[in-house]
């Protein structure tokens, strides 16, 4: 099991990813803005954060950037899964400092599979 910081804006997709996530036996912590996630990642420190793109105010690219840059976060691995699908979105997110990207909506193997490698990448 892992805890598993959700930032999310939708409400219909942060009930179907964490029904999913906990159907897997994760602990899910949600979060509706990047500005409010990052506290909650320092806070809390997750195993893994699930990071959306498109956020009001700050978005995911900057959130997650200033995840990797922050000593007490850059360690946690930060997966973006976003609707934005371009070959140019991933390299920038990955750029960020993002471990892995992955496209919405996500088939429940891919997730979990892309979750369980970081998990066992953090190990």
Known sequence: MARI???EDSPTDTA???RLL???GHQ???STSA???????KRELPDVVLMNVVL???NGFQATRALSRE???KAIPVLIVSTKGMDTDRAWGLRQGAKDYIVKP???DALIARIDQLLGDRA
């Open 35 to 41: 500005e409010d996630g990052i506290d909650v990642c």
């Open 5 to 7: 910081l959700l930032i």
């Open 22 to 24: 906990e159907r897997h």
């Open 56 to 58: 009001p105010g700050m």
């Open 16 to 18: 179907v990813l964490t």
């Open 28 to 30: 899910v912590i949600a």
């Open 71 to 73: 000593p007490s976060t």
């Open 106 to 108: 996500p088939s429940e």
